[in-house]
């Protein structure tokens, strides 16, 4: 499909996910291209980097999101084979429906791989939440965020930070634009419909009174290789959140790559079952119905940094960096790194009331995609051809 601007046309904008946490970025953007005005058509691409129910069909049924038009399939792989899979089966589908430009989100393998086939191609990228940087080379994303930046045409920011660390890489500033955070337009427009605890409990067969606790309950996420790839790294972690779960009740929803290294190292034993709620990934609605009512989240997971600054609750991210300095500077966040005795202390004084409260950040407020829209129609229009 093409849409007729004057006597020019141009073609779909093609919106590439692959894992989790693309999905909630991508709802908003999908729903701003439709109801702007005019509407701008666009194709849905799901690379299948996350493929299961757990991980991602229920969520798109939680965030609303269409089928997807096309779907690649690559499954799990090393990074260089789930890459290089993305590329190969994006390339042809990039010729079949020649778009006016790809939309990327986040820094997940499937982002930096559209974003090269794309611009090598010479089809122009925007970047959703470009410029974050966590300084730290060992991480996986952040080699997929530097060279997305590098590379694409049009770099939309969640916070200002972001600028300077673009300018500094010599991206120039006219492709800069802050717009937002669109993962906090999700949770605005999905925090009425959240699945409250109790009820998230019941579907597991667990009893919700495991969470009536003077104190609340804490929700744990982990799957940083850098924490869980590492037995020792990880016998140590899950030795300490036993800490914690002495004194608050834990509920830890399993990511598989952690539940799958729990097996592998034989570190089970670590998790009481009378002490932690154990569940599977869960959905959209459940973990914002799970954050929410939360005392406290323990995470090394970038988006519920945003999640539970954007909700007003405390979060101690088990990790040495972040890419997201406005949580902490804003926000409720605070970093941890993994030594035992920091996290311990935290807690502590999370649990003596000392929380940090924090402010919501600028542009966090619900409407990111309606910018991204309005700026992908302005900056569109000029390079429509006639088709
Ligand atoms: C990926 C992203 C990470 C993101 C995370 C959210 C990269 C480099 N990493 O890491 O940025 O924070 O997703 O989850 O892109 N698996 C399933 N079902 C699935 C998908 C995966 O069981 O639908 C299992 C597979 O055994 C796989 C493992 O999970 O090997 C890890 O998945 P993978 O896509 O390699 O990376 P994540 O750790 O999920």
């Given at each position: 499909m093409t849409l007729q601007s004057a006597d020019k046309a141009f073609g779909p904008v093609m919106c590439i996910v692959g894992a989790r946490p693309n999905f909630m970025k991508m709802a908003p953007i999908?729903?701003?291209?439709?109801?702007?005005?005019?509407p701008l058509p666009a194709l849905l691409v799901h690379t299948g980097q996350h493929y299961d129910q757990d991980m991602s069909g229920r969520l798109f049924t939680d965030l609303g999101l269409p089928v997807p038009d096309i779907n690649l399939d690559v499954g799990s792989g090393s990074h260089a084979?789930?890459?290089?899979?993305?590329?190969?089966?994006?390339?042809?589908?990039?010729?079949?429906h020649r778009p006016s430009c790809v939309v990327v989100v986040g820094d997940v393998n499937s982002t930096l791989a559209c974003?090269?086939?794309?611009?090598?191609?010479?089809?122009?990228?925007?970047?959703?939440?470009?410029?974050?940087?966590?300084?730290?080379r060992q991480m996986p994303e952040e080699i997929n965020r530097v060279v997305t930046d590098q590379i694409a045409d049009r770099l939309y920011t969640t916070e200002r930070s972001a600028e300077g660390n673009l300018l500094s890489e010599g991206v120039p500033a006219e492709r800069v634009i802050f717009c937002g955070n669109v993962m906090i337009d999700s949770l605005m427009a999905n925090l009425k419909h959240a699945r409250s605890a109790a009820d998230t409990l019941r579907a597991h067969d667990i009893d919700p009174a495991v969470l009536d606790h003077p104190k609340g309950y804490g929700v744990v996420t982990l799957h940083r290789p850098s924490n869980v790839d590492d037995p020792e790294t990880l016998r140590l972690l899950l030795g300490t959140l036993g800490q914690v779960a002495h004194d608050l009740p834990l509920v830890f929803a399993l990511h598989p790559r952690t539940r799958s290294n729990i097996d592998k190292f034989e570190l089970g034993n670590l998790i009481d079952p009378k002490r932690f709620v154990l569940l599977p990934p869960q959905g959209y609605l459940e973990m914002l119905g799970l954050m929410s009512a939360a005392t406290l989240v323990l995470t090394d997971s970038g988006g519920l940094q945003e999640e539970t600054?954007?909700?007003?609750?405390?979060?101690l991210t088990l990790r040495a960096n972040t890419e997201r300095p406005i949580t902490i500077e804003q926000g409720t966040n605070t970093l941890v790194g993994?030594?035992?005795?920091?996290?311990?202390r935290a807690v502590a004084e999370i649990l003596n009331g000392q929380g940090k409260r924090g402010r919501v950040p600028e542009l966090w407020d619900g409407h990111a995609a309606d910018r991204i829209?309005?700026?992908?129609?302005?900056?569109?229009?000029?390079?429509?051809?006639s088709r």
């Open positions: 999908l729903r701003a291209l439709a109801s702007h005005v005019p084979v789930q890459t290089a899979e993305v590329m190969r089966r994006f390339e042809p589908v990039l010729d079949a974003t090269l086939v794309a611009v090598k191609k010479g089809v122009p990228v925007a970047h959703v939440e470009a410029g974050l940087r966590s300084y730290d600054t954007a909700l007003g609750v405390p979060c993994t030594d035992s005795q920091a996290i311990l829209a309005s700026d992908l129609w302005r900056w569109l229009s000029p390079l429509a051809v």
